[in-house]
């Protein structure tokens, strides 16, 4: 359903690509949907062709561009989970925050409304915490996004809605990091926070081992509506 295209850096120094699929008719809104550290894998790519089923306009850009630019792999496969963590360990979150800003101008010049959301998993989960707190995007959803609890002190800039999915079982996210988010965010008019129990870190992908097919759509289905709220 979708295509690759360019969007231009907010510096004017060059393009990065991005899986965009747009629906039938005019989209709604935009969506921008943040990768895992495995790349716009087909994973990425179907949610995207389902956002534009359901009326939006979808764009994935390649956050991995400047690391190993089209990277996509398998998180089931034990050697491109570690290249995976390899590219994760050079990725520039601020020049990343930068990227999704671009890809979010570019996306709210593409439909009428211009209104825009984002989602993300994993890295994108605490990408599209940082969205909330550093860019304009319209509403924000963020999956198991690992290290949001060392960057709590941004969340005093959260302007518009933020929902937040978390393992209960998280090997990555200790019970530690959540009682923390917890104790920042809970008390935001903004945010909304929900725990899976029993179900661990991505369990929400699309595919493969780690989904856990009630958590992940009950998530999905919570994500739906949010998006539906406050973008139309």
Request: glycine residues 10%; charged residues 20%; contains cysteine.
């Amino acid at each position: 359903m979708g295509s690759m295209i360019a969007i231009e850096t907010l510096q004017h120094d060059g393009n990065f690509n991005a899986y965009a699929a747009a629906p039938a008719g005019a989209p709604k809104a935009a969506i921008i949907v943040i990768q895992e550290i495995f790349g716009i894998n087909p994973g990425i790519r179907a949610r995207c062709d389902r956002w534009a089923e359901a009326g939006y306009l979808a764009i994935a850009p390649d956050l991995f561009w400047r690391v190993q630019p089209g990277v996509e792999l398998d998180p089931d496969v034990p050697e491109e989970f570690q290249q995976a963590i390899d590219n994760m360990m050079k990725f520039d979150t601020d020049k990343g925050i930068s990227d999704i800003e671009a890809a979010i101008r570019a996306a709210r010049a593409q439909v009428s409304s211009g209104k825009v959301g984002i989602v993300g998993y994993c890295l994108g989960g605490k990408m599209s915490y940082l969205a909330a707190t550093r860019t304009d995007v319209d509403a924000s959803v963020g999956y198991y996004g690992g290290g949001i609890d060392g960057l709590l002190g941004e969340a005093h800039a959260i302007a518009n809605p933020l929902m937040l999915h978390f393992a209960g079982d998280d090997h990555f996210i200790n019970a530690e990091a959540l009682a923390k988010i917890h104790a920042e965010l809970n008390g935001n008019r903004h945010v909304t926070i929900h725990e899976y129990p029993g179900v661990d870190h991505g369990f929400a992908t699309e595919s493969g081992k780690r989904r856990v097919e009630q958590a992940a759509s009950l998530a999905d289905s919570r994500t739906s509506a949010f998006f539906a709220e406050h973008l139309g």
